[in-house]
């Protein structure tokens, strides 16, 4: 891949991402004050200071940003919208305010209800998780953004971890979880299990380090809308738990159904 092939907007995209992690790495070195919202969840200076930077690059391409920290559009006006970014300017607060570095910066860019492109940058590690099945799925650094020759291409996970690997939420667990394992354990009798925060989760599926991530719990469309553009770029889908369709973006409700995440290994495992 290189660079002048991107579409500018993808690039624009990577641009505002690796802007908002830094900002956001300046306010978790230097201090913030925790505030709540009204569904208890906490918000902090960054989440609000990321999201306006994010929002400061995305709107000169034009196209319609839904976004956590930010007013939602009425679906009457939205459901005309063809296409629209997706953005959690700081998911994982929880992890934020933790202090345990498991936080990351989301955006995807959805067309017709579809994640076509998505990104996952982890301020604490410094580099981005990017892709779709229009581009590939690459790792870059932060400093490496501009020399495409240096971006790590990623290739689709052929085999399963043995013991399998789940990764799963440090903070909602639920009893779901144990009927999917249930299911697995026929052809797989061996699994462990990897605890991590925010969409830092699909750098291990993509990866290839784990092989599934089921989720119970309540999330929102701009939480897990990067990783299924980046999940499926590389073979993988991530389909409602109930009736194994894939998840669409951009609905009246911007809550996410309970899912499956699985690997293209996984779902090609015999």
Same mark, same amino acid.
């Given at each position: 891949?290189?660079?002048?092939?991107?579409?500018?907007?993808?690039?624009?995209?990577?641009?505002?991402?690796?802007?908002?992690?830094?900002?956001?790495?300046?306010?978790?070195?230097?201090?913030?004050?925790?505030?709540?919202?009204?569904?208890?969840?906490?918000?902090?200076?960054?989440?609000?200071?990321?999201s306006t930077i994010?929002?400061?690059?995305?709107?000169?391409?034009?196209?319609?940003?839904?976004?956590?920290?930010?007013?939602?559009?009425?679906?009457?006006?939205?459901?005309?919208?063809?296409?629209?970014?997706?953005?959690?300017? @700081?998911?994982?607060?929880?992890?934020?305010? &933790?202090?345990?570095?498991?936080?990351? $910066? !989301? #955006?995807? +860019? *959805?067309?017709?209800?579809?994640?076509?492109?998505?990104?996952?940058?982890?301020?604490?590690?410094?580099?981005?998780?990017?892709?779709?099945?229009?581009?590939?799925?690459?790792?870059?650094?932060?400093?490496? @953004?501009?020399?495409?020759?240096?971006?790590? &291409?990623?290739?689709?996970?052929?085999? $399963? !971890? #043995?013991? +399998? *690997?789940?990764t799963c939420s440090?903070?909602?667990?639920?009893?779901?979880?144990?009927?999917?394992?249930?299911?697995?354990?026929?052809?797989?009798?061996?699994?462990?299990?990897?605890?991590?925060?925010?969409? @830092?989760?699909?750098?291990?599926?993509?990866?290839?380090?784990?092989?599934?991530?089921?989720?119970?719990?309540?999330?929102?469309?701009?939480?897990i809308a990067a990783?299924?553009?980046?999940?499926?770029?590389?073979?993988?889908?991530?389909?409602?738990?109930?009736?194994?369709?894939?998840?669409?973006?951009?609905?009246?409700?911007?809550?996410?159904?309970?899912?499956?995440?699985?690997?293209?290994?996984?779902?090609?495992?015999?």
């Amino acid at each position: 891949m290189k660079l002048t092939e991107l579409k500018p907007e993808y690039l624009t995209a990577l641009q505002a991402a690796v802007e908002a992690s830094e900002k956001i790495m300046e306010i978790y070195l230097n201090g913030f004050e925790t505030e709540y919202k009204l569904d208890g969840s906490p918000v902090t200076q960054a989440d609000f200071a990321a999201s306006t930077i994010i929002d400061s690059y995305l709107e000169k391409t034009g196209i319609p940003i839904t976004s956590e920290e930010t007013i939602k559009i009425d679906y009457a006006i939205r459901k005309e919208w063809k296409e629209s970014w997706c953005v959690d300017p @700081l998911d994982g607060t929880k992890e934020f305010v &933790k202090r345990n570095g498991e936080f990351a $910066v !989301n #955006i995807a +860019l *959805i067309s017709n209800g579809v994640p076509v492109f998505g990104l996952i940058a982890s301020p604490v590690n410094r580099n981005i998780l990017v892709g779709g099945k229009e581009i590939g799925v690459f790792i870059i650094a932060f400093n490496d @953004l501009s020399n495409s020759e240096l971006w790590i &291409k990623l290739e689709t996970p052929k085999k $399963v !971890n #043995i013991p +399998l *690997i789940i990764t799963c939420s440090r903070s909602h667990n639920s009893g779901p979880i144990l009927d999917f394992l249930k299911e697995l354990q026929p052809k797989h009798p061996e699994i462990n299990f990897i605890k991590k925060g925010s969409a @830092l989760k699909f750098f291990d599926l993509a990866e290839g380090k784990a092989d599934a991530y089921p989720r119970f719990a309540p999330t929102m469309e701009w939480d897990i809308a990067a990783g299924q553009a980046i999940l499926e770029a590389l073979g993988g889908s991530i389909v409602h738990a109930t009736t194994n369709q894939s998840l669409v973006y951009n609905k009246s409700d911007l809550t996410n159904p309970s899912f499956l995440a699985k690997s293209n290994a996984l779902l090609s495992a015999r």
